[in-house]
Nanobody
Framework: QVQLVESGGGLVQTGGSLRLSCAASGRTFSTYAMGWFRQAPGKEREFVAAISWSGGSTYYADSVKGRFTISRDNAKNTVYLQMNSLKPEDTAVYYC????????????????????WGQGTQVTVSS
C-alpha cells in the first residue's frame, strides 16, 4: 500500500512557475513508477508527466513538453513536477499517482496504468 500526498499548488500569474511535490509513504517507493495527471472542471483527467522507478525514463504530454519537468528523489520518497511558463489552460487539480514496477509509454499515459492516487492539489493560473 502506498499513500500519496501532494503539495505546492496555488495561484500564479501567466508565465509564472510552481513546483509540485508528492510525498509517498512506504519503503518501496523506489520500485514505483510515478506520474502526474490533471483534471480541469468539466473535463476528463489527463496525463501530464511520468517517470520510471529509476528516473531514467520520463514521459510528457505534448501540451507541457519543454515547460514542465518531472523528477524524483528516492531518498526522500518524493516526486516533483516543476512547472514553468504556466498558462491559464494549465489550471486544474493536479494528481500524483504511482504504479508498482516498470512502466511502458502506453501505460504511463493512461489512468488505468496506475495503482495509487493522491487527493490532488489545485493549480490556478490567472490571465
Amino acid at each position: 500500500q502506498v499513500q500519496l500526498v501532494e503539495s505546492g499548488g496555488g495561484l500564479v500569474q501567466t508565465g509564472g512557475s510552481l513546483r509540485l511535490s508528492c510525498a509517498a509513504s512506504g519503503r518501496t517507493f523506489s520500485t514505483y513508477a510515478m506520474g502526474w495527471f490533471r483534471q480541469a472542471p468539466g473535463k476528463e483527467r489527463e496525463f501530464v508527466a511520468a517517470i520510471s522507478w529509476s528516473g531514467g525514463s520520463t514521459y510528457y504530454a505534448d501540451s507541457v513538453k519543454g515547460r514542465f519537468t518531472i523528477s524524483r528523489d528516492n531518498a526522500k520518497n518524493t516526486v516533483y513536477l516543476q512547472m514553468n511558463s504556466l498558462k491559464p489552460e494549465d489550471t486544474a487539480v493536479y494528481y500524483c499517482t504511482a504504479r508498482a514496477g516498470e512502466i511502458t509509454t502506453a501505460q504511463a499515459m493512461g489512468v488505468q496504468g496506475y495503482d495509487y492516487w493522491g487527493q490532488g492539489t489545485q493549480v490556478t493560473v490567472s490571465s
